[in-house]
């Protein structure tokens, strides 16, 4: 059983990854091909990582999966998504402030169930039309939180995991009870140049407060994101709103390891690729909560993928 659950938790990761990160380059070729051809370069860095990591799951073991830790990282989960749900919807706050609120006072209260709380405020920033309401909200919860403890023991270290979890309950319970995904149009390059640029700006912050500042993956994210969700409407008006989803997008790639993302000058081209998925996936399972974490888990995996491309081609040559 320890051996089965890392590849059932991989697989979830893997396609849902893989359509996200699928579609925005499926889109950019019809739409924009110069774009198509960067994110198909980076499909085929998510492929190469994603083999690399299929390679460690012999080596993968899973804990008991019936344990009092498990249980409170699955009650972490669903809380965070019903207080980033409040915060959101009924309080009329926004997902991004919802979300960050919820993994920032979860980053100083209960930091040994950060990590399942905020992935639970990503189930939280769902759209009303595919979680309509406290019912299916908490079942996508649910779900999420039992992906949660089928991942652990996969993707360690690489930013936007949390976000994928989250993303993997909203599809399943939107898909079971035939709720509504939005399809949203691509967004035109005049907004485009600000998500690219808060985009890098954000992960690079993150990346910088995470591992430089010592001041941990939830807690520099959910800052980051706090300050994009309060800060980007006022400055932008009302299209400070997309802005601050971009940022609290990129600042889940942010989150990364040193050892997935060695340094802020990778980063940097994590963002880019972060901005340009989200543009161009836009279209795609509108209204999912967790997408934001997904396109950042691929745009990880891609920059990740295309780095150890790189030095194995490096290598032969020397060879």
């Known amino acids: 059983m320890n051996k089965t659950v890392p590849v059932i938790g991989f697989l979830f990761l893997t396609i849902l990854a893989l359509s996200v990160y699928g579609f925005a380059a499926y889109d950019a070729w019809t739409l924009q091909p110069a774009i198509g051809v960067l994110l198909t370069v980076g499909l085929i860095g998510v492929l190469f990582t994603l083999f690399n990591e299929s390679k460690e799951l012999s ?18 989960v669903v809380v965070g998504a019903i207080l980033s749900h409040w915060i959101n919807v009924d309080l009329k706050q926004g997902l991004v402030v919802g979300s960050a609120v919820v993994g920032l006072a979860a980053a100083v209260l209960f930091p040994d169930y950060a990590a399942p709380a905020y992935s639970g405020s990503f189930v939280g920033m769902a759209g009303t039309k595919l979680l309509p309401g406290y019912g299916p909200l908490f079942l996508a919860a649910v779900v999420a939180g039992i992906v949660y403890i089928l991942t652990l023991a996969v993707f360690g270290g690489f930013g936007g995991k949390l976000g994928a979890i989250a993303a993997s309950g909203c599809v399943f319970t939107g898909l079971c009870l035939s709720t509504e995904f939005t399809h949203p149009g691509v967004p035109t390059w005049d907004v485009g140049v600000w998500l690219v640029v808060y985009s890098i700006v954000a992960a690079v912050l993150t990346y910088y407060l995470n591992n430089n500042r010592k001041q941990g993956a939830v807690l520099a994210s959910s800052v980051v994101g706090l300050i994009a969700g309060v800060m980007l409407p006022a400055v932008h008006g009302e299209v400070g709103k997309t802005l601050a989803v971009m940022a609290i997008c990129a600042s889940f790639a942010g989150m990364s390891n040193t050892k997935r993302i060695p340094n802020i000058v990778w980063m940097i081209f994590v963002g880019l690729s972060a901005a340009l998925v989200y543009m161009f996936a836009n279209p795609f399972i509108g209204g999912t909560g967790g997408k934001l974490g997904t396109i950042a888990f691929g745009s990880v995996m891609a920059i990740r993928g295309l780095m150890d491309l790189a030095a194995k081609f490096q290598g032969s040559k020397k060879t």
């Open 59 to 76: 080596k993968a073991k899973a804990d008991a999966l019936f344990t009092q830790k498990n249980l409170f990282n699955v009650i972490a």
